[in-house]
């Protein structure tokens, strides 16, 4: 019989597909009592599995059970990490909020507040596009209200409370809400970001206490996605934080988490977590899965199941084809199936028609598509297919939407990338950069950046990449990671890297990449990607570069953190002293600020430090180098607290940042620590619990590792002197335990410092006692560092230590 080979009219099918549910009797019973436990703590449950062993349709069930246990009370939110933008925490959350999915409509109204003036304090030169009609109904409020979010933040934070007051009264936004909302003026971005999940906690309470009986679960998908790129532990970690950050703003809440590997969680998570591995359908469930669905050839039905080894992925396919065999007249025979996973997916692809299956190769090729790019892909290479079955295109089981965003799975990516060929390959990758680089130029926005360098790394070879790169868009990293976008510069370089390999980046690109990598707090890889690239050239061709040199110096910076000091001061003034190297003036600035600030504190040598420090000074000064200024100001701050002149310390520091005041680069976030610590030798105890608070946060948010443990540190340090002991033990605890995760060598002494002071409680040593400090001496003594031995050596002799100072390195 002769007819098309598919049709979106599925009335006129022979063949109908019964595609039942089977063999995950297990995992659905973990989901249904993780349900109906009752609790207040944290409850995750985290499946996970390769790719086409059926989690998406396992989400679909559990949706499903949802629904059928709860009905009017099950309220669902929805994340999927596959969307880049969801990857970052402003754009995730306002996208979990939408995604809320229930039979009663609830409104989030304290967060949509807190949103907006989130949003117009990251774009403030941009309209809040989001509906004002449906924001105003929202809020219940005048449109004329809801014009105040095109305004200024300052003009929001002015008159939204006064304009709103009667409505305020009626949500029940206390007085502690309301004068946080007002505190957006003075916060940062990422300040603001970290306490939206709050403004969404107080609405969903609300609803809840309306609403007891309410059934809430989260359901996070393609969990992997969030770390794209990234291998290592201690990135995965940093990207993850916001998560574990979210998740603990919703005891009794469920966390429903998809994906390829298990999570990898502190210990103090386990207790929480409930892993449940889906792996294949055993083979009985594998043929009750295609008899079910309609398959009675037994020969057809043996070959099937063996060449799908029991991934419901390939065992759907092989379903599909056959019912688009039969729903075309022909009889299937076992030519029609397959021998393996590729044959599997080219076998289905034939029976589709010419224009379908081509226009699915070339679909293929980006990450993800939205009607724009479908468009656009369509009417250049397949200009037969007609564009109004763009519905009925995403219609098939391989092809997920997000947002706007359409994925095609990715055994189905590579199986249809099989069969294209090269040019063609190029020729798209080609017509998607240059789509995206228009976007970008009009935009700015990261995530077409993103886009754009992932179609140009994949069409150009590497020296005509970097070319483009260098010329067009370094700039534009350089500034991102000015404003604190650690984890996406990481993740964008790292793209590149996996393309082209570590060496053949340029040396201004490793700088910015070994400078994000060591503010993770991974020093050793930071110290082995400068050697691996300075071992390539001679010295007397390092100190005449400008870029080698400044990687020679940050090796020397990067060093500090893992080894003996004396060698590295001995290291940074052989450079100091030759005359190639004041001729770079940024690198001639680092090089004086490394053994002023850094090196010769972290000897104990303050004379030296005070030497150095007033040259850094006076050069910064000279050279309007600010940010080299405000750096030097902390260190001369450190040099007076520890000459016990706190006031001086104190009235230097507030020359360059006030507390209350907005901490615009990381230099001022760091002075923060040290305006902590003067606070604490003022017995300013107030301020000082403010600035570390501020600081933890921040480091928290920017992934500086090393400064969220310093900001534990120091809190810890702040309830010594304020005879707090059980919270300080704990502190010190965090604060050893990141530390030690990193190798940070100064952080490991002075927390084993701190907790020695908490153990002794101002007693003179005992046995014991003096055995550990005697091991803590060993240790500072061979890193050099002298003011710590200082330290341990009047502890070890009875002697009170109130006037340790903590130099943050």
Same mark, same amino acid.
């Given at each position: 019989?002769?007819?098309?080979?598919?049709?979106?009219?599925?009335?006129?099918?022979?063949?109908?597909?019964d595609d039942r549910f089977v063999n995950r009797g297990r995992e659905i019973k973990v989901f249904s009592d993780a349900l109906s436990r009752s609790t207040n703590d944290y409850k995750i449950v985290m499946y996970h599995g390769v790719g086409g062993i059926g989690k998406s349709r396992l989400k679909k069930e559990l949706i499903a059970l949802h629904d059928k246990l709860y009905g009017i009370n099950a309220l669902r939110f929805h994340l999927d990490f596959s969307s880049p933008e969801n990857r970052n925490p402003g754009d995730a959350l306002i996208s979990l909020v939408d995604s809320s999915e229930s039979r009663s409509k609830f409104h989030y109204k304290f967060f949509e507040i807190a949103y907006a003036m989130y949003f117009k304090k990251k774009y403030p030169d941009t309209a809040y596009s989001r509906e004002k009609e449906?924001?105003?109904?929202?809020?219940?409020?005048?449109?004329?209200?809801?014009?105040?979010?095109?305004?200024?933040?300052?003009q929001v934070a002015i008159n939204i409370f006064d304009r709103l007051s009667d409505r305020f009264k009626t949500l029940r936004m206390d007085e502690a809400m309301k004068g946080d909302l007002q505190s957006f003026e003075d916060l940062d971005i990422i300040e603001i970001e970290e306490r939206l999940p709050a403004y969404f906690e107080r609405d969903l309470q609300r609803i809840k206490q309306k609403n007891p009986e309410l059934n809430v679960v989260f359901f996070i998908d393609t969990f992997e996605a969030l770390n794209a790129y990234e291998s290592d532990s201690i990135h995965r970690n940093r990207s993850e934080r916001w998560i574990k950050d979210f998740i603990m703003y919703f005891p009794g809440c469920l966390f429903v988490i998809f994906g390829r590997e298990k999570l990898r969680w502190e210990q103090e998570w386990n207790?929480?977590?409930?892993?449940?591995?889906?792996?294949?359908?055993?083979?009985?469930?594998?043929?009750?899965?295609?008899?079910?669905?309609?398959?009675?050839?037994?020969?057809?039905?043996?070959?099937?199941?063996?060449?799908?080894?029991?991934?419901?992925?390939?065992?759907?396919?092989?379903?599909?084809?056959?019912?688009?065999?039969?729903?075309?007249?022909?009889?299937?025979?076992?030519?029609?199936?397959?021998?393996?996973?590729?044959?599997?997916?080219?076998?289905?692809?034939?029976?589709?028609?010419?224009?379908?299956?081509?226009?699915?190769?070339?679909?293929?090729?980006?990450?993800?598509?939205?009607?724009?790019?479908?468009?656009?892909?369509?009417?250049?290479?397949?200009?037969?297919?007609?564009?109004?079955?763009?519905?009925?295109?995403?219609?098939?089981?391989?092809?997920?939407?997000?947002?706007?965003?359409?994925?095609? =799975?990715?055994?189905?990516?590579?199986?249809?990338?099989?069969?294209?060929?090269?040019?063609?390959?190029?020729?798209?990758?080609?017509?998607?950069?240059?789509?995206?680089?228009?976007?970008?130029?009009?935009?700015?926005?990261?995530?077409?950046?993103?886009?754009?360098?992932?179609?140009?790394?994949?069409?150009?070879?590497?020296?005509?990449?970097?070319?483009?790169?260098?010329?067009?868009?370094?700039?534009?990293?350089?500034?991102?990671?000015?404003?604190?976008?650690?984890?996406?510069?990481?993740?964008?370089?790292?793209?590149?890297?996996?393309?082209?390999?570590?060496?053949?980046?340029?040396?201004?690109?490793?700088?910015?990449?070994?400078?994000?990598?060591?503010?993770?707090?991974?020093?050793?890889?930071?110290?082995?990607?400068?050697?691996?690239?300075?071992?390539?050239?001679?010295?007397?061709?390092?100190?005449?570069?400008?870029?080698?040199?400044?990687?020679?110096?940050?090796?020397?910076?990067?060093?500090?953190?893992?080894?003996?000091?004396?060698?590295?001061? =001995?290291?940074?003034?052989?450079?100091?002293?030759?005359?190639?190297?004041?001729?770079?003036?940024?690198?001639?600035?680092?090089?004086?600020?490394?053994?002023?600030?850094?090196?010769?504190?972290?000897?104990?040598?303050?004379?030296?430090?005070?030497?150095?420090?007033?040259?850094?000074?006076?050069?910064?000064?000279?050279?309007?180098?600010?940010?080299?200024?405000?750096?030097?100001?902390?260190?001369?701050?450190?040099?007076?607290?520890?000459?016990?002149?706190?006031?001086?310390?104190?009235?230097?520091?507030?020359?360059?940042?006030?507390?209350?005041?907005?901490?615009?680069?990381?230099? =001022?976030?760091?002075?923060?620590?040290?305006?902590?610590?003067?606070?604490?030798?003022?017995?300013?105890?107030?301020?000082?619990?403010?600035?570390?608070?501020?600081?933890?946060?921040?480091?928290?948010?920017?992934?500086?590792?090393?400064?969220?443990?310093?900001?534990?540190?120091?809190?810890?340090?702040?309830?010594?002197?304020?005879?707090?002991?059980?919270?300080?033990?704990?502190?010190?605890?965090?604060?050893?335990?990141?530390?030690?995760?990193?190798?940070?060598?100064?952080?490991?002494?002075?927390?084993?410092?701190?907790?020695?002071?908490?153990?002794?409680?101002?007693?003179?040593?005992?046995?014991?006692?003096?055995?550990?400090?005697?091991?803590?001496?060993?240790?500072?003594?061979?890193?050099?560092?002298?003011?710590?031995?200082?330290?341990?050596?009047?502890?070890?002799?009875?002697?009170?230590?109130?006037?340790?100072?903590?130099?943050?390195?």
């Amino acid at each position: 019989m002769i007819g098309p080979k598919h049709t979106f009219d599925h009335s006129k099918n022979k063949f109908s597909i019964d595609d039942r549910f089977v063999n995950r009797g297990r995992e659905i019973k973990v989901f249904s009592d993780a349900l109906s436990r009752s609790t207040n703590d944290y409850k995750i449950v985290m499946y996970h599995g390769v790719g086409g062993i059926g989690k998406s349709r396992l989400k679909k069930e559990l949706i499903a059970l949802h629904d059928k246990l709860y009905g009017i009370n099950a309220l669902r939110f929805h994340l999927d990490f596959s969307s880049p933008e969801n990857r970052n925490p402003g754009d995730a959350l306002i996208s979990l909020v939408d995604s809320s999915e229930s039979r009663s409509k609830f409104h989030y109204k304290f967060f949509e507040i807190a949103y907006a003036m989130y949003f117009k304090k990251k774009y403030p030169d941009t309209a809040y596009s989001r509906e004002k009609e449906e924001l105003s109904k929202k809020f219940d409020i005048g449109l004329s209200i809801v014009s105040l979010f095109d305004s200024g933040i300052t003009q929001v934070a002015i008159n939204i409370f006064d304009r709103l007051s009667d409505r305020f009264k009626t949500l029940r936004m206390d007085e502690a809400m309301k004068g946080d909302l007002q505190s957006f003026e003075d916060l940062d971005i990422i300040e603001i970001e970290e306490r939206l999940p709050a403004y969404f906690e107080r609405d969903l309470q609300r609803i809840k206490q309306k609403n007891p009986e309410l059934n809430v679960v989260f359901f996070i998908d393609t969990f992997e996605a969030l770390n794209a790129y990234e291998s290592d532990s201690i990135h995965r970690n940093r990207s993850e934080r916001w998560i574990k950050d979210f998740i603990m703003y919703f005891p009794g809440c469920l966390f429903v988490i998809f994906g390829r590997e298990k999570l990898r969680w502190e210990q103090e998570w386990n207790e929480y977590i409930e892993m449940c591995e889906l792996r294949n359908l055993e083979t009985a469930y594998s043929y009750e899965y295609l008899l079910s669905a309609g398959i009675k050839e037994e020969a057809i039905l043996d070959k099937i199941v063996e060449s799908c080894q029991g991934y419901p992925f390939y065992l759907s396919l092989a379903l599909k084809t056959y019912a688009d065999i039969v729903n075309s007249g022909r009889t299937p025979c076992l030519s029609d199936f397959g021998h393996d996973y590729s044959e599997i997916i080219e076998r289905f692809a034939n029976n589709l028609s010419g224009n379908e299956v081509e226009l699915l190769k070339v679909l293929s090729i980006p990450r993800f598509y939205t009607r724009e790019i479908f468009d656009l892909l369509a009417r250049q290479f397949v200009p037969g297919y007609s564009l109004s079955k763009f519905a009925g295109f995403n219609d098939y089981s391989f092809i997920s939407r997000e947002k706007q965003h359409y994925f095609i =799975h990715l055994l189905m990516k590579k199986g249809l990338q099989k069969h294209i060929d090269f040019e063609t390959t190029q020729h798209i990758h080609q017509v998607m950069a240059d789509y995206y680089e228009e976007i970008f130029l009009s935009h700015r926005m990261k995530d077409p950046f993103a886009e754009m360098v992932y179609h140009k790394c994949e069409v150009l070879p590497a020296s005509v990449f970097f070319t483009w790169f260098q010329e067009s868009y370094r700039k534009f990293i350089a500034e991102l990671q000015l404003r604190g976008e650690q984890s996406f510069v990481l993740g964008t370089i790292r793209m590149i890297i996996e393309k082209y390999g570590l060496l053949t980046l340029p040396i201004d690109l490793i700088n910015i990449y070994v400078d994000i990598v060591h503010l993770g707090g991974n020093y050793e890889e930071a110290i082995a990607i400068c050697g691996a690239t300075l071992s390539r050239f001679p010295q007397e061709i390092i100190i005449k570069n400008k870029e080698l040199l400044r990687l020679a110096i940050r090796r020397i910076h990067h060093g500090m953190f893992r080894y003996p000091v004396d060698g590295l001061i =001995h290291e940074a003034l052989e450079f100091a002293v030759k005359d190639d190297v004041s001729e770079f003036e940024e690198e001639y600035g680092e090089l004086l600020f490394l053994i002023g600030g850094n090196l010769s504190p972290l000897a104990g040598e303050f004379e030296l430090a005070d030497k150095w420090l007033k040259k850094t000074d006076r050069f910064a000064k000279e050279t309007h180098n600010d940010a080299l200024e405000v750096r030097t100001a902390r260190k001369m701050a450190d040099m007076l607290a520890v000459k016990d002149l706190p006031e001086q310390a104190l009235e230097l520091c507030e020359k360059y940042l006030r507390i209350d005041s907005d901490v615009e680069t990381r230099y =001022h976030l760091y002075l923060l620590g040290s305006m902590g610590e003067i606070y604490r030798k003022l017995q300013r105890y107030q301020e000082a619990q403010y600035c570390f608070e501020k600081l933890a946060c921040l480091a928290s948010q920017r992934n500086l590792q090393g400064w969220l443990a310093h900001a534990f540190l120091g809190q810890a340090m702040l309830h010594l002197s304020k005879k707090s002991h059980d919270q300080g033990h704990l502190l010190v605890k965090q604060a050893e335990a990141i530390y030690h995760r990193i190798g940070h060598a100064w952080g490991t002494i002075n927390a084993k410092t701190a907790r020695m002071l908490f153990t002794l409680d101002h007693e003179p040593p005992g046995a014991a006692e003096l055995e550990m400090l005697q091991c803590l001496r060993f240790d500072a003594q061979s890193m050099n560092y002298s003011y710590n031995v200082s330290i341990v050596d009047r502890l070890i002799a009875g002697k009170d230590v109130q006037d340790f100072y903590l130099l943050f390195l």
